[in-house]
């Protein structure tokens, strides 16, 4: 089983930050930033974020932390 298999497709702010381990907060900079871009859903704009995205940001940190 590789990493992330149990992910759904899209994440919220909250799964997002808690497999990553930071606060909301900072997945919300980091958009905003362009560093993890999220996709705006229903009238409220509510943040969800591409498995994708989330499993190639961990691979970015982690060789910036080699």
Same mark, same amino acid.
């Given at each position: 089983?590789?990493?992330?298999?149990?992910?759904?497709?899209?994440?919220?702010?909250?799964?997002?930050?808690?497999?990553? +381990?930071?606060?909301?907060?900072?997945?919300? @900079?980091?958009? &905003?930033?362009?560093? !993890?871009?999220?996709? +705006?859903?229903?009238?409220?704009?509510?943040? @969800?974020?591409? &498995?994708?995205?989330? !499993?190639?940001?961990?691979?970015?940190?982690?060789?910036?932390?080699?």
């Amino acid at each position: 089983m590789a990493l992330g298999d149990d992910l759904p497709e899209l994440m919220t702010v909250k799964e997002v930050a808690s497999f990553l +381990r930071v606060s909301p907060l900072t997945i919300k @900079r980091w958009g &905003k930033r362009g560093k !993890l871009p999220a996709i +705006r859903i229903n009238s409220r704009g509510d943040r @969800r974020y591409k &498995k994708e995205a989330v !499993l190639w940001l961990l691979g970015e940190m982690k060789k910036e932390t080699v």
